[in-house]
Structures are given as structure tokens and as C-alpha cells.
């Protein structure tokens, strides 16, 4: 009896084992799979042309530098408003704010910024910007939907990496007669640095590959042109993505699979660069 | 100490607050903005209305019964598939894979959460759903499946990540302990592990399906946009459209003001609180298990 029982457990060991390595598996390959075949179907597609050119044809033929400029300009727009707007909300939440029910309230208000739908942000946007503000679908307003998107993920790193300074280099500064701001800034945010960065490349990495907010906020089906200003409307990678798989009729397939790896190389790009960013100064790390 | 350094300490903790708060204000900014042009909705279309099953409206039909079932069979669907998956592929890197292991997949499979979402929606397009058409021999691999598919594998990713984090985080003298009881590896895992860091992988779920719920791109792409009620068992194998998709597909081509734009606005709110009951409620299982913790701890 005692023997039965202990084969029993045994094999449960084993079968259970294996069939998380399984789902493991078809987990994993899957992921591999869509990288390895979106490069193999878009390499070819990749030339100079391809990528300093303009659109001809209706889309069909030439490059898509507008749509590559205007991801670019967005990314920049989003950057420039939720970069220190969100370090300045972490540097509060964890070197100023008390534990209180309005410091709980900002952490849930964080919460669900993070979670509501992207296309609500492009409602949002649309309402606010593009028509109660009177900023017209223009880049202004697409930038301005997407930094508030944004703002979750710059804050949430932002503080984590400020509180991982040790309380210590704070006590020091502040014993030397530093102020309260001068330790922030010359002690505890350049340690904070390298953490903080990488958030918010990670952030602006989800903006760069977001099509619903800018859907009515700011995107452009085709431009002839360049943006000019912050006030003009703008071709997008993703956006651009979508149009021509799924707007455009007869659209060559080896330029959608070409849009789709500059995309994926663009946001990715960024994410190595923040990868790259945390393990050396992890390597670095005084503490 | 000078009277400068004074003032700049009390102007810049004055902005340094002001901006701790901006999480605050923008949640209420879009609550209000939804509100202010959803509203108007009631007043234009009967509440019994909106609760149809019609949803045409060039002839005036807001009927919005067919979005929500149609959100609601595609999110169950990509949840059958994230939670054995994301929790499988979890406790396979928290407890099984090797170290070295863990330190490459986990990132890789972040990189596809990363992966914008509308590069899967073209993929589903143009692999997924031809392939779902001939193998399942329907008219159209436009279906709520194929959307189900891809938002599984977007709240996959999420799910891993997160319920990685909650394992690792369960001491590791839980399962020494069950170890030197005599449990073998599985049921370690079964018995102690997964059930000590059941609220982190519970939240990892609710955050999963947040994530599902939410998606507009890839679905627009591949569910087919057809409006039609889906409360069959068979619907999923056919075109449906959820609430997420026909506000993307339809706000372009609204007149501003009209009652389509006052509905799809309020569609939106109706999103917003559902992504607000899901947060919550995730937030509050964690910090319910953080109080326990501590209960425990002292």
C-alpha cells in the first residue's frame, strides 16, 4: 500500500513536471516564432529607399520616412511631457509624501491610469485636446494622450529606483547642512539615474508602439509631406501598419512586412537600450 | 541659512507636490471627459434601447448587447488560454527552469508584451486567421477565435511576469520545509508554493484580463467587426466585434456632437469603469495580502 502511494506521487512528479515544461514550451516557441518570421519576411524589404523615401502610389512603392519621422516626433512630444512631470510625481511619492489616505489615493489613481484602455485615452485625448482645447488632430495632442498613458509607467520606475538609493546617502547629505532638494538633486537622483531612465524608455516604448490614442488625436491616413509644427497632423509607424494592412487594397505584402520589422525594430531598440542602461549600472552599483 | 535657499525650497516642494497629484487629476480629467460627452447619450437614446441587440447605426439602432457579448466571448476565451499558459510558463521558470534559463526566457517573454500590439494584429491577419479559415474549414479565420488567440497571447506576458514575481517572492524555506517532509518537487509546487503566492498570481490574472478587456488594435483586426450578438457556444468561431474595436472603427467617421459620438463616448465610460472595477479590485487583493503577511510576520 505504501509503495503504491509513493509510485503514485512519483509519477504525478513527473507527469506534472513535464507538462509545465510543455506549456513552457508552447509558450516560448510562439514568441520566437513571430520574431524569427516578421525579420525573415521583412529583411528583404529593407533598403535605403525604403526608409529615407517617400510614400508613391498610393502607398504602394517607396519608402515611409514620413511615418518613421512622425513616430520619431511623437516618442520625442511624449518625452517632453511625461518625462518630468512623472519624475517629479516619484521624487513626491517617495520622498515627500506621508502614508495617508491621499498618498493611497494617488497609488490607486496610478493603478488605474495603468489599466484603462488605450482606446479611452484616445477619447480622452480627442475630447480635451483635439476639441475642447481647440489643438485640432495634431501632433500637440497626440503627444499630450500619450504622455498621460505614459505617466503610470515613468512614475512607478521612478520611485522604485529613488527608494533603492540607501536611506544613508540621504542622512549623510542632510547632516552636512544639504537641503531637503539639494540631497534630492545632487545625491539621490544621480544615484537614481540609471533606474529611472530605464523606465521611462520603457514607457516611451509602449507610446512609440501605440496606434488607439492616436487614432483621432493626432494620426494622419497619408501626408505628402513632412510635419511642419507641433500643430500639424502626423503618418505614425503603427498607425501606418494598420492602414496598409488592412485600408489599402492590393498593398504589396513585402512593405507591410517591412513597416512591421522597422516598427519592431524601433520599439525594441529601445527596450535593448534600456536593458543595456540597467545592467551596467547595475555592474556599477556603489551600494 | 540665506533667505534664497528658502524660497526655492518651498517653490520646488510646492511643484514637486503639484505634480505627485497629477495621477489624481487625470483620472478625474478622463472621468469628467467621458462623462461630459457620454452623457448626452441617455437623453438621445433610451436606456432600453442601448440594452438591444442591434447595433446599425445609420438607422439609429445603438443597440450595444452585441459589443458586450462580443468583448465578453473574446476576453473568456484569451483568459482560457492566458491562465493555463501564463501560470504554467511562471511556475516553469520560477520553480523548474534552471537559472540560466530563467535569466533568458524572462526577458523574452517581456519582449512580447512589449510587442505592439498592432504588429499581432497584422500578423493575425495575414498567418493566423488563413491558417484558422483552412484547418477549421470556415467561411471567414476572422473570428472572435482568432482574437481570442491574440489577446491570449497579449495577457500572457502580463500574467508570467507578475505571477513570476509572486512565486519568487515565497521564501524559500517553504519549500525546503515541504522538501525535507518528504513531498517531491510537485507537489511542492502544487501544495505550498502556488497557494503561498496565490493573491500575487491572482493579481496577475486581474491585471491579464485588464490588459484583455482593454485591447482595441489587434482585435479590430481580426474578429471580422460584425455586430452580432455572439451568446452560442459556436459564435466563437464566428465574426464578432467587441466594445473596444468599434470605437476605434467608428469615432473616425462621426460627426462631433451627433448621437453615434455621444454613444461611442459612452462606451467608453463604460469601459473606464469596468478597467476602474478590475484595478480596484486587484489592488485590494494585494493589499489585503500584504496585511496578512504582515499578521503573520509579527
Redesign the interface.
Known sequence: MKRRFSID??L??????S???L??L???I???G??G??IAKGAPAISWEFLTAMPRDGMRAGGILPAIVGTFYLTLGTAVFSV??GI??A???A???QENWLTR????????????????????G???FV??LKFGTSILAASLTLS?MT??VI?SAAEEALRAVPQSFRTVSISLGG???QTIRKIVLPQALPGIMTGVI?GL??A?????PI??TGAAFFLPRLPGSPLDATMAL??H??VI??QVPDMP?QI?YGT?LV??IF??GM?LIA?VIRSRARAKRQW | MDKSLNWRETIITAVVKTCGYSAIVFVILIFFFLLREGVPALAEVKLGDLLTARWYPIENHFGILPLLTGSLIVTVGAMLIAIPFGIGTAVFLSEIAPRWMREILKPLVEILGGLPSVVLGFLGILVLSPFLRVFLDLPTGLTALAGALLLGGIAVPTTVSIAEDALDAVPLSYREGALALGATKWQTIWRVTLPAARSGVLTALMLGIGRTIGETMAVMMVTGNAPVLAVRLTSIFSPVRTLTATIAAEMGEVANGSTHYHVLFFIGLVLFLISLAVNITASSVVFKSKKRAERVLS
Request: net charge positive; charged share 10%; glycine share 6%.
Open positions: 506521487r512519483f504525478a512528479q513527473r507527469l506534472g513536471v507538462l509545465i515544461t506549456v513552457a508552447l509558450t516560448v510562439p514568441i520566437i513571430v520574431f518570421y516578421i518630468p512631470l517629479a510625481a521624487i513626491y511619492l520622498e515627500y509624501a489615493l494617488i497609488r490607486i489613481a496610478i493603478i488605474n491610469l495603468a489599466g484603462i484602455p488605450s482606446v479611452v485615452y484616445g477619447l480622452f480627442l475630447g480635451l476639441l475642447f498621460i505617466l503610470p512614475i537641503t531637503r532638494w520603457l516604448e509602449r512609440a508602439g501605440e496606434t488607439a487614432l483621432f503603427p498607425y501598419l494598420f494592412s488592412t505584402i507591410q512591421a516598427l519592431i520599439v525594441l527596450n536593458t
